[in-house]
């Protein structure tokens, strides 16, 4: 089993729509999570940051953490054909290292 | 801004043939990185340093080799590059996660653009 598992895509969504991406993990000991956005041809970008579970919004987006299940999801409210991208989920226990294990990413195409 | 320039964007090179793929930062961060970025497997972490002349093995370092004789400077090396080194490879740097929680910096990874590196 991966250590962070998230469904690789491509996703289609029409323009205007509510996205839901997610990510699974195993190591309980992870507490920060984060969602980093990677254009083509780009490399990636912070979107999105929380400390241990909760919810966190900025703008259109939202970031959501459920230590409880080992789940965490970002929303995308209002789509736009600006965000498609691939979305990487990253997390870390913040111990030695403090390495970020990565997701494999979701394609993500917003269809105008 | 943030920026962190990787030397080459695309390599085409041969098996056998040694590889430097250079990183610098800008900002004075303490940590860089070198990834691999390869289809259905996201981001691997090949090696990273937390300091001028430290490195640290990350999850696939066989068949590479790291430098990093300044703070802003981060080499990759491939000694004798094979077919299955053909991929993207990401160079970051951070500040260090000052594990205090959310206010605590946040150690926010900065990505260069990639060089896509295609072994022969």
């Known amino acids: 089993q991966k250590e962070v598992e998230q469904d690789p895509g491509p996703l289609s969504v029409p323009e205007g729509a509510i996205v839901s991406l997610n990510c699974t993990y195993s190591n309980s000991a992870f507490q920060y999570f984060m969602w980093y956005r990677q254009y083509s041809r780009k490399g990636p970008e912070l979107l999105m940051y929380?400390?241990?579970?909760g919810n966190k919004e900025d703008g259109r987006f939202t970031a959501q953490v459920d230590k409880s299940s080992k789940y965490i999801s970002l929303f995308i409210r209002d789509s736009q054909p600006s965000d498609s991208a691939t979305y990487l989920c990253a997390m870390s226990a913040g111990n030695y290292g403090q390495n970020f294990v990565f997701g494999p990413g979701t394609r993500l195409s917003v269809l105008p | 801004d943030v920026k962190v320039t990787q030397s080459s964007r695309y390599l085409v090179k041969r098996t056998g043939e040694k590889v430097f793929l250079e990183c610098v930062q800008d900002m004075d961060h303490e940590n860089m990185f070198w990834y691999r970025q390869d289809p259905g497997l996201g981001l691997r972490l090949i090696y990273f340093s937390y300091d001028v002349k430290m490195k640290e093995k990350g999850d696939i370092p066989e068949g590479y080799s790291v430098s990093r004789e300044k703070k802003e400077r981060f080499s990759l090396i491939l000694e004798s590059a094979s077919t299955n080194q053909t991929s993207m490879y990401l160079c970051?740097?951070?500040?260090?996660?000052?594990?205090?929680?959310?206010?605590?910096?946040?150690?926010?990874?900065?990505f260069g653009e990639g060089s896509r590196l295609t072994v022969l």
């Open positions: 970051a740097s951070s500040f260090p996660l000052l594990t205090t929680g959310d206010l605590a910096n946040t150690g926010e990874l900065f």
């Open positions: 929380t400390y241990s579970s």
